[in-house]
């Protein structure tokens, strides 16, 4: 390709046109088109909308395991063999210090994960007033996932002032009956509308290396733009002994980065996240993805681990880019920011490394 099929790909995404599906799966697909000027266009419309600044995530894994749902993917399924630490909903005193540690490692927004297949009426108020805590005693922006939600525990969440609500669609229609049967893809995207309609942003995204076709992952960039997603996390599957799904597929460190550039010309103004698989599946190059994403998880993901902090943190400012962050950039990448269980290998053989307790709840 020449550099004028680049640059119009970064124009038209600047205008604000919507790719062609056709050509969104050349992106994946199409060898012709090279990597290093692919992410260079995706750079441009990144730094159109969001300049060299990186946010910076941190989940909580408010409660851990015992689901209902049976999500082929996820450690906390019901049909999961996959030994994690189980625990019901942490106290609000836990969670609010944890929001505290958060803060100080450096995160922009702080992530709230439930595991279940949706809140009660009780278990939404009960979030609402943590979010209150959260928000009045850090300045943290608040995201709660929380699994289905209605029109009314939205409009509850909403009031308590939570800025997002994260919902993954994390495959298309067509495959969702291949990774869950306990509730339908269409559950998904009401919650992402109840969520909507009740003034909350929202941040959905996707699962890539599931089996799934190259098509799939274009249909699920275009239903984000259409719902209008503020926030995308791509995650690449990670590898679990003991989950229903195991071994991800397709999952070349360049096709992980043509995902990203991918979704960032379709959904150019959305904060497009490079969350789990991160290290794992892009390896070498893992700081590439700066160039379409804007922002990362630190400290792992629900119960995978991940990269020390400081080691991501220098990362980041090793490329040229700007950490988004209260704290200044020194003590970010000094060594002790990062706790010793930190440094554990975060790939055991060929599966993702287990979060041990000192990780899901720590107590420093
Ligand atoms: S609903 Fe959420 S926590 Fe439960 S199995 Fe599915 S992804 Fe995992």
Redesign the pocket.
Same mark, same amino acid.
């Given at each position: 390709m020449d550099h004028t099929f680049y640059a119009e790909l970064a124009n038209d995404s600047l205008r604000g046109l919507e790719p062609a599906d056709a050509l969104c799966l050349q992106l994946l697909t199409d060898p012709e088109i090279e990597l290093l000027p692919l992410l260079n266009a995706a750079f441009t419309v990144r730094k159109a909308h969001w300049g060299k600044s990186v946010q910076v995530h941190v989940l909580n894994n408010a409660a851990n395991g015992k &689901?209902?749902?049976? &999500?082929c993917? &996820?450690?906390?399924?019901?049909t !999961?063999d996959v030994d994690i630490e189980e625990y019901p909903m942490k106290s609000s005193e836990e969670i609010l210090a944890e929001a505290g540690r958060a803060y100080a490692s450096g995160a922009f927004r702080y992530c709230m994960v439930f !595991? #279940?297949?949706g809140p009660s009426a009780s278990r939404a108020a009960q979030l609402a007033e943590l979010v209150v805590k959260i928000k009045s005693t850090y300045p943290l922006e608040v995201c709660v996932s929380a #699994?289905l939600v209605d029109d009314e525990k939205a409009k509850i969440l909403a009031d308590a002032g939570l800025d997002r609500l994260n919902h993954n669609l994390?495959t298309s229609e067509e495959n969702y009956a291949d990774i &869950?049967t306990t509730?339908a893809y269409s559950d998904r995207i009401e919650t992402l509308r109840a969520a909507k309609r009740n003034g909350l942003e929202t941040c959905s995204g996707l699962i890539a290396g599931m089996g799934e076709p190259p098509s799939s992952l274009v249909e699920i960039a275009k239903t984000l733009r259409e719902l209008g997603a503020e926030s995308i996390p791509v995650n690449f599957l990670l590898p679990f002994e003991g989950n229903v799904l195991v071994t991800p597929t397709g999952l070349t460190p360049e096709y992980c980065l043509r995902v990203l550039c991918m979704y960032r010309f379709v959904n150019p103004t959305a904060e497009i996240r490079c969350a789990a698989g991160r290290e794992f599946h892009l390896r070498s190059l893992e700081v590439m993805s700066l160039y379409a994403a804007n922002s990362l998880f630190l400290h792992g993901y629900l119960n995978a681990k991940g990269s020390a902090a400081n080691r991501t943190y220098q990362m980041i400012v090793d490329a040229g880019f700007e950490i988004e962050s209260d704290f200044s950039v020194d003590g970010l990448i000094a060594p002790r920011s990062s706790a010793p269980h930190e440094d554990q290998p975060i790939i055991v053989g060929e599966t993702s490394a287990i979060k041990t307790l000192e990780d899901l709840r720590p107590t420093r």
């Open positions: &689901c209902p749902e049976d &999500c993917y &996820c450690t906390q399924a019901k !999961s !595991s #279940g297949r #699994g994390n &869950c509730h």
